[in-house]
């Protein structure tokens, strides 16, 4: 029709494929973008950071992620995915490096962000973990939103710490 794609059209065929799993034709609209002159963004970025963790590529994601860090300032959507990805692959470990990476680049840390990472060490076995995290939190006067608070509820009964967790509720 004579009509340029947008960035957002790119996007948009990048997040419908990686959401059917056809994460090779979502690299190839990457690469199709760079060749028409249009740079990715963080959404660019997040989309097929995204598909590729749910579609159990981690370390292709992280690939990504590290190439994105020379083009593009990551949001904390960005970081969100790849530590959800992370603690639901079972990389706890990498997982906390890439929340003190999140802090350390000045990246907000939002309200989904703390409930990604408690609730990613109470599915990892790192229950008391959480709780020290949590208990951090509620001194630094966060507040939380239902989740969090069932969460932390139901890892306090895990643990046998009933009474902790009869005052939360």
Known sequence: FGVRPSISTFN???DGYCLVGKMKKAFGVLDTMASVGIEPDDI???AIING???NG???DGLTIFREMLKKVTP???TYNIILDGLFRAGRTVAAKKMFHEMIETGT???ISTYSIVLGGLCRN???DEA???FQKLVAMNVKFDIVILNTMIKAMYKVQRREEANDLF
């Open 12 to 14: 948009l065929l990048i």
């Open 44 to 46: 660019s970025y997040s």
């Open 52 to 54: 590729c963790f749910k």
């Open 57 to 59: 590529r981690i370390d």
């Open 75 to 77: 949001t904390t959507v």
């Open 108 to 110: 907000a840390v939002s």
């Open 125 to 127: 076995n790192c229950t």
């Open 131 to 133: 709780i020290a995290f």
